[in-house]
């Protein structure tokens, strides 16, 4: 029983350097989504997907790319690294629906820009 | 667009009750949410409330929601220092996006 696996859980970079986080959930939820978590400034949303081929930007998407080829799959791409991308980044998934919808958050990352 | 808002701290003593408050500005929010997120580690849902509920009740929790002034709090009983984590705010509404507060850190001492 996965639920939403994210990895790595811990990544120091350099600045400039690019990276993927990647992030995978196997309930078969249309919707998925990036946040970044920094304190005193609690979950800030990134980029987020309602399916396949669909994403679409939140509240701080600079800096950041993402893509959903699959349902299963949504990777968050740094292209060139900053040390303001310093954060802990949180992937969650959820279904669609019009009912009670509980969002399932992955365990995080722990990203260092140095 | 839709707003939740949340203090970022509160302090409470073992034994005590907490009550973590929280509004919001979406009128056709249908579900609201507590999550609890533990040091290291995810967001987990704690419990919700159904938006023609007024309160809701599990245990040491208990959930009231003032549809009017669209404000929504968590009571915890007794409270523990395993209950020390951030407790986060949600609701759901006409969008299928959850909209997040920016989270309360419930900071328990002896």
């Known amino acids: 029983n996965a639920g939403v696996t994210q990895t790595p859980k811990f990544q120091v970079l350099k600045t400039g350097q690019s990276m993927t986080l990647q992030c995978a959930q196997d309930m078969n939820h249309e919707y998925m989504s990036w946040y970044r978590q920094d304190p005193g400034m609690g979950l800030r949303l990134i980029h987020y997907s309602v399916g396949a081929g669909i994403t679409d930007q939140g509240e701080v998407p600079n800096g950041y790319n993402v893509s959903r080829s699959t349902t299963e799959d949504f990777p968050l791409r740094l292209l060139s690294a900053a040390p303001s991308q310093t954060s802990v980044y949180f992937c969650a998934s959820s279904s669609t629906g019009t009912g009670n919808t509980e969002a399932f958050f992955g365990q995080g990352t722990r990203l260092t820009v140095v | 667009g839709e707003d939740v808002e949340q203090s970022l701290f509160l302090s409470v003593r073992e034994g005590d009750s907490s009550v973590i408050n929280c509004t919001y500005t979406?009128?056709?929010?249908?579900?609201l949410y507590w999550y609890k997120q533990e040091p290291g580690a995810g967001l987990q849902l704690l419990t919700y409330?159904?938006?023609?509920?007024d309160m809701k009740q599990d245990q040491r929790l208990t959930v009231l929601l003032n549809k009017k002034d669209k404000h929504l709090s968590l009571r915890i009983a007794d409270t523990q220092t395993g209950d020390s984590a951030i407790y986060f705010c949600?609701?759901?509404?006409?969008?299928?996006?959850?909209?997040f507060g920016r989270g309360t850190s419930l900071i328990v001492h002896p």
């Open positions: 979406d009128s056709s929010s249908t579900y």
């Open positions: 949600a609701e759901k509404g006409g969008s299928y996006i959850p909209t």
């Open positions: 409330i159904f938006s023609n509920m």
